[in-house]
């Protein structure tokens, strides 16, 4: 999924927390005190997706939305509002709530969206994080809804004749941000842009070692070739016979490559 991160580093389709398109809170349902509403609808809308999970069903084949589908999709509205229908837990909330594991939340929220039992929008925060001093932005829990338009005909049929008056049908423009990232991808990005920028730090370092060596004295290079030691560097000397001013020759043997380096720059 590392194909849907933007150059930021962010999710693609993600928006601000207080950005519009990720207020998606949406209510079937009359609000009332003690959300009996609320939780029939909740109650009415799982056993219907068992019920056509079932329907759909092909000869021999598994259910296509399965129990843990079913698990998931109640450890959602265990956490939702009943007033305002927000639901934003994080996946380790789901995972949690659902006593399965992230992998497998993830998977099976792939599959109640390919249902269109449930879709959600990817949410960004701010960081605090002053200007040039790291990632302004960082992503945050999803924000999940059920965009009763694009549900399947069967699904609304059904909840139409259990919930009667009691069902509120909203018409709303609604888009959801696609998959879910996987955890196994956002490690892999992080790592591959830490190495990549390891390296080109590393390189640059480098770079300019050299070339301060090759411009520097070779008492300098000395220092650096020896380490400091005094004595292999006094032996050296003696070796070379170097003057205070040294020869070419004698330039090239301490440091080759940073005398090619020079030349060339």
Not at 10 to 32: F, G, K, M, N
Not at 117 to 142: C, H, L, M
Not at 185 to 212: D, N, Q
């Amino acid at each position: 999924m590392s194909g849907d991160r933007a150059g930021n580093g962010l999710w693609r389709r993600s928006y601000d927390v207080d950005d519009a398109r990720a207020q998606v809170s949406t209510i079937y349902w009359e609000p009332t005190p003690k959300k009996e509403n609320f939780h029939r609808f909740t109650d009415v809308y799982r056993d219907t997706v068992e019920a056509y999970a079932d329907h759909v069903r092909e000869h021999g084949k598994t259910l296509p939305i399965s129990q843990n589908a079913l698990r998931v999709l109640r450890a959602l509205f265990g956490v939702m509002d009943g007033k305002t229908g927000r639901c934003d837990p994080s996946l380790d909330e789901i995972s949690k709530r659902s006593r399965l594991s992230r992998r497998t939340v993830v998977r099976m929220l792939e599959t109640l969206r390919e249902h269109r039992i449930v879709d959600w929008v990817r949410r960004t925060v701010k960081t605090g994080n002053a200007k040039g001093e790291g990632p302004q932005r960082q992503q945050t829990s999803n924000a999940y809804f059920i965009d009763m338009v694009k549900l399947p005909i069967e699904i609304v049929r059904t909840l139409r004749q259990k919930l009667g008056g009691k069902l509120r049908e909203k018409v709303r423009h609604l888009e959801g941000s696609g998959a879910v990232p996987n955890r196994m991808a956002i490690k892999a990005e992080r790592l591959l842009k830490s190495l990549t920028g390891s390296l080109s730090a590393g390189v640059g370092r480098e770079h300019s070692e050299r070339r301060a060596l090759a411009s520097g004295t070779a008492t300098s290079r000395l220092a650096h070739m020896y380490g400091g030691d005094i004595d292999a560097m006094r032996q050296h000397e003696e070796m070379l016979g170097l003057s205070s001013v040294p020869s070419a020759s004698a330039n090239l043997a301490l440091y080759p490559r940073l005398q090619t380096l020079k030349e060339k720059d």
